[in-house]
């Protein structure tokens, strides 16, 4: 399955939201939410394992994937650091554009080019061009 930058994006907004000290979040509950009504449960699966192997999401150590349900806990440093980056659209936007000229959507294409832009966003918000 090819990497949906989207539906990365929309699974940390949808983690973010729902996550608690002590919660433990399902894909099943997760895929229910609006924002992710557009994709399939596979789609969503396959999106969670990546961000967990990519770490930024935190599952519990045995029962991360049972019976077609993914199991997590919430996002990791990584992930809330990633979020933050890309959560303006005008921020997400030039990511998206960056990664799409340059060819590579990876997870860590994605976190170094959205922290370059966020890098020159606070440059030019400092005024030090």
Known sequence: MKLNPDCIRDLLFSIEETSTS???????GLSKMDRLKAYSTEEILYHLQQLH??????APN?????????FLQDLSPAGHEFISNIR?????????KISKDVGSETLNSLKTIAEN?????????????
């Open 22 to 28: 002590c919660s433990t979040i399902t894909s099943t």
């Open 53 to 58: 192997w990519g770490g930024y999401i935190i």
């Open 62 to 70: 045995k029962c991360r994937y049972i019976d077609g349900t993914f």
């Open 88 to 96: 303006k659209d005008t921020n997400w936007n030039k990511v998206k």
């Open 117 to 129: 832009v966020i890098s020159s966003a606070i440059t030019a918000s400092m005024g030090l061009h």
